[in-house]
């Protein structure tokens, strides 16, 4: 088998790229780019036996593919008779409907749970029977299953028992819960329990958290864990609680008492798509996931695409520790989101958009299923919405897991039945994004924006903020705070105000000692910067950032190195392992840590440490692929800078000034954790 482009000595390959040229010179401008565009990216291996056949055999592309969809589609025979040339292959490929092509990237999900469901794992004779149903080669149904933390490859024990591990619960004494859970279970056989850490479950705001056989429970203890664990043993059925909870009215939403989708019900008559632009760019509306791009030039570039096919996503699968914000907003906002991707949609052109939301958010997924078949039935969604001659169908894509689902184009990936790897940039999602077609990826909190500022007025937009900032901000408080949850506040106020007004101080009657802005990312800032202003341009100024709003507060019994070890460990587990830089800088500067908080370093082997670091940090923002790689440096980078001398006190004398680093539980090492698998 060879590569094609690597065997044009074989006249039949050869005389077939030059056919291909020769068709793409009389085609149509349009079609002319998009077809080189597949043409270019054909990373299928074209088999030798072609001479004898005339036929062309597909197979999934190289994993070091470029920013190409998979050219053998599950809905395609493994051969494809009647076609001689790859250009008629790329053409059909091209004209595949673009919302059957979306919807075939979840089939093979929902296969894999459907198996999973049935039998508790993916026997390999399921898979098998998955690959000759769906004519999808095994190796790629197996490199998918392989890669997500929620699939299980071998029969799980009776009660899989996984303790949330990240920031929030770190500091809430997960680490003592999992040790007093492996006492209970000491003597318990690995085939009814196991007990691992896993990375966050979404549950900041009432940690410690842990799931059950992906049930997930909060605020527990040991005993009721256990209690738990004992009866998934004995056979009993595991259920999460969802206490019922009143929808908690917000000052965001402009129809409180009122009838909703009034936006979209006004636009669909109106069609003023261009105005919508121009209001988004007056109130100077930014990306609200973390990097501020401003919305109005996101969506005026899909909709300047020459391409009719476009597609809008919303990226609700907020993964990073400390981040409980989208919940919040989906669970007592979901017409705000809705209306928002509507309008988005009616804006760009799009046709059809995908609500992307992590798997651990089974009340949240109800919650928006059931309105957006509310907006089917009220007209609001579908063919000829309202009458009108306009079309547009929304799904909810569950996630199948991973830290990593939440970088953009790692997320389509997904959504197209592919790994979570992040796609080399450019082109960006809005040139060549789903299915290669033009896309539009907003977070909830930017798209529940939109039908307030096209709603009240962009004077009432900016009014809501503070210190000349505009707009309203939801933030989750989470960590050593009395009252931990998610606050919707005037963007601009100062942390302070977030920590001691809303959050109500720091619990205990214990000192602030330390704060992350926006969980690991965004590193720790000390308590003297604590009247820092929470918005873009403040933060970035501190040195940090205001990123998805996650604030996580440590008292003055915490361990800074212990904590940026803790976030370290975080970006390492959750790596994809796509790129050099990424896969192993963590994991060395996760060693070096660990290193640290065990002391007896002498003072060269730290110096030299500390240059490496240095190189190692700098190595990793600059070369990543994505964004994961570029800021695993951050938390440790900002220990240095504001603690250093706890860290020398570590490393030099081994002292831990707070009495964590050199106990017997740290002393235990790492537990063995669950998370993507490279």
């Known amino acids: 088998m060879y590569l094609l482009g690597s065997v044009c000595a074989e006249s039949k390959t050869g005389s077939a790229i030059n056919e291909t040229q020769k068709a793409i010179g009389s085609t149509q401008e349009l079609e002319v780019s998009r077809i080189r565009f597949v043409v270019s990216l054909l990373a299928y291996i074209v088999c030798a036996a072609m001479k004898s056949t005339g036929h062309v055999v597909f197979f999934a592309p190289r994993r070091e593919k470029p920013n190409a969809s998979y050219l053998h589609l599950p809905s395609l025979p493994v051969v494809c008779k009647g076609f001689s040339t790859p250009l008629r292959a790329a053409r059909l490929l091209i004209r595949l409907p673009g919302a059957f092509r979306a919807r075939r990237g979840a089939v093979i999900f929902d ?48 009660a899989e028992i996984r303790v949330c591990a990240d920031m929030s619960c770190h500091l809430n004494g997960a680490c003592e819960l999992r040790a007093d859970l492996e006492r209970c279970f000491a003597n318990s056989r690995p085939e009814d329990v196991q007990i691992r850490d896993v990375s966050c479950l979404g549950r900041c705001d009432h940690a410690p958290a842990i799931s059950i056989n992906d049930h997930i429970f909060t605020d527990v203890t040991a005993a009721h864990a256990e209690e738990i664990a004992r009866s998934a043993i004995r056979g009993e059925e595991v259920q999460e609680p969802h ?75 907020e993964s990073e520790p400390g981040t409980i914000k989208d919940r919040f907003i989906m669970t007592n906002l979901p017409h705000l989101l809705i209306e928002g991707m509507i309008i988005a949609g009616l804006v760009t052109g799009a046709k059809r958009g995908i609500l992307y939301i992590r798997h651990e958010y089974h009340l949240q997924e109800e919650i928006l299923g059931e309105e957006i078949r509310r ?75 939109v039908p307030q500022i096209l709603a009240r007025g962009i004077d009432w937009f900016v009014a809501q903020g503070a210190g000349g900032t505009r707009g309203l901000k939801f933030v989750g408080v989470s960590g050593h705070v009395t009252r931990p949850g998610i606050f919707e506040v005037p963007m601009g106020v100062p942390m302070r105000e977030v920590i001691f007004d809303h959050a109500g101080g720091i619990r205990g009657g214990r000192q602030l000692k330390a704060f992350a802005p926006s969980g690991p990312s965004s590193g720790y800032l000390p308590a003297p910067m604590i009247d820092v202003r929470l918005d873009f341009k403040a933060l970035a100024e501190a040195g940090s950032m205001l990123g998805s709003g996650a604030v996580v507060v440590c008292d003055d019994t915490t361990c800074m190195l212990d904590m940026a070890l803790n976030a370290v460990r975080f970006y390492r587990n959750e790596s994809c392992g796509k790129c ?12 070096m840590l660990a290193r640290w908080t065990q002391g007896g370093v002498a003072e060269s082997q730290y110096r030299a440490d500390l240059a490496l670091l240095d190189e190692l940090s700098q190595a990793m923002s600059l070369t990543s692929i994505c964004g994961l790689g570029q800021i695993a440096p951050a938390p440790i980078q900002s220990v240095l800078k504001h603690f250093r001398a706890e860290v020398d006190a570590h490393v030099l004398k081994s002292q831990c000034p707070s009495g964590i680093c050199f106990t017997a539980a740290s002393r235990a090492g790492e537990a063995q954790r669950v998370g993507i698998r490279p």
């Open 111 to 158: 296969d894999l749970r459907a198996i999973q469901l049935r039998h508790g794992f993916l026997p390999k004779a399921e898979l098998e029977g998955l690959s000759q149903r769906t004519q999808t080669p095994l190796y790629q149904i197996h490199s998918v299953a392989s890669f997500y933390p929620h699939f299980h490859l071998a029969p799980p024990p009776k």
């Open 243 to 317: 206490p019922e909870q009143a929808r908690i009215a917000c000052k965001a939403d402009p129809y409180i008492d009122g009838e909703k989708y009034v936006v979209a019900r006004k636009l669909i008559q109106s069609k003023a798509w261009d105005d919508v632009l121009a209001q988004l760019k007056a109130a100077e509306l930014k990306g609200m996931g973390g990097a501020g791009f401003p919305t109005n030039v996101k969506w005026d570039l899909v909709r300047k695409q020459p391409d009719p096919v476009r597609y809008i996503v919303c990226n609700a699968d």
């Open 375 to 449: 907006c089917y039935r009220a007209g609001l969604l579908g063919k000829k919405i309202l009458g009108s001659d306009l079309d547009y169908d929304l799904e909810v894509f569950v996630s199948p897991g991973g830290y990593i689902c939440g970088e953009e184009s790692a997320l389509i990936e997904a959504i197209e039945g592919h790994r979570a790897e992040p796609r080399n940039k450019p082109p960006f999602p809005g040139q060549i994004g789903l299915w290669q077609k033009p896309t539009v990826i907003n977070n909830v909190e930017t798209f529940i924006n």
């Open 580 to 591: 050099v830089p990424c896969r192993v800088g963590s994991q060395k500067m996760a060693d």
